[in-house]
């Protein structure tokens, strides 16, 4: 009886109780108790081993949620290069293409340079077929200044031309001022001639009486400067 009682409720029935085995007999452990014992530690093991396997994906979702935002800015940061080679692809292309067009102009001003380049003589025809244009193709004016060439000497040619006309328009051998001090006088010309007048014998002064050289580029202001106020000055003056 006893160990019946022991076998099914174990050798200590109730908190309280102070029964004990008699002498000779062996407690016997429940078969219930030891698989409860059992399933308890089995469980307690299967709840750590839960533990780590929770632990172990968290750990994986945060490097995986890691690794995709990096994924995520890789692509990103992808998509920026290939808008930024397309657009040095077309700036090249653009560059390309402006060169070409530089060096098509280029070539087309060298073309033009060498087509529109003319000789010191042809220069000089070219500014007195001007000057004569000015004068409303005066053929006196013309066949005066036929054989002037820009050489820096001009003021003085042109100054005598018009002195010569003065002359014999007053049928006097004053000085250049004098003669347009005269005309001024008898209103043979108005202001703005008197004026042109004054002009080219000035200029003609200034290199009749120039000490040493001078710069090439005003002598050859002064010669167009005096071509082209004769030009003007020379259909002012009265028929003699």
């Known amino acids: 009886m006893y ?86 692809e077309k700036k090249d292309q653009e560059n390309t293409e402006l060169y070409q067009q530089i060096e098509h102009l280029q070539a087309e001003n060298r073309r033009l340079s060498h087509k529109t380049s003319v000789s010191p003589d042809d220069r000089d025809e070219i500014v007195k077929d001007m000057a004569l244009e000015v004068t409303g193709n005066d053929p006196v004016f013309g066949e005066s200044i036929k054989n002037f060439q820009i050489d820096g000497t001009l003021p003085l040619q042109i100054a005598k031309i018009i002195e010569n006309h003065l002359k014999q328009l007053l049928n006097s051998d004053g000085t250049f001022y004098e003669l347009i001090q005269e005309c001024d006088d008898a209103q043979l010309l108005d202001e703005d001639s008197v004026s042109l007048a004054h002009s080219i014998r000035k200029q003609r002064n200034m290199v009749a009486h120039s000490h040493g050289p001078e710069d090439p580029r005003i002598k050859t202001g002064r010669d167009l400067f005096c071509l082209f106020a004769a030009s003007l000055l020379f259909p002012e003056i009265p028929p003699e």
């Open 3 to 88: 160990n019946a009682l022991v076998a099914e409720f174990g050798d200590d029935l109730t908190p309280e109780s102070s029964f004990t085995s008699p002498e000779g007999y062996s407690p016997v452990v429940s078969p219930f108790l030891q698989a409860k014992e059992t399933e308890d530690q089995e469980a307690a093991e299967l709840r750590k081993n839960v533990e780590r396997i929770d632990q172990s994906l968290s750990e994986l979702l945060k490097f995986l949620n890691t690794d995709n935002k990096r994924a995520d800015i890789l692509m990103s940061q992808e998509k920026d290069i290939q808008s930024l080679r397309a657009e040095l």
